[in-house]
């Protein structure tokens, strides 16, 4: 049943971003993201690192609180 029900919220866009997620999972997932990552100075949905780099290291290699993004991407 839960997983089910975690089915149901990833299409949903209501499924929480993680920092072990990786930025093309997260941009699948939550398509409004890609407005909170380009705001936030990142140009990685266009980079081919975002098919395998986490948002943890991502925001390591930008130099950004990953804690705040996540705040900001979970909204």
């Known amino acids: 049943m839960a997983l089910e029900e975690n089915k149901t919220t990833e299409k949903t866009g209501d499924a929480k971003i993680t920092r072990d997620m990786i930025i093309g999972e997260i941009i699948q997932i939550k398509p409004e993201a890609i407005n909170t990552l380009l705001m936030a100075g990142m ?4 980079c081919p690192s975002s098919l395998y780099e986490t948002l943890e290291e991502a925001c ?4 950004m609180d990953c804690e ?6 979970n909204k």
Do not use: P, R
């Open 68 to 73: 705040y993004l996540l705040t900001e991407l």
């Open 60 to 63: 390591m290699v930008h130099g």
């Open 43 to 46: 140009g990685c949905i266009a």
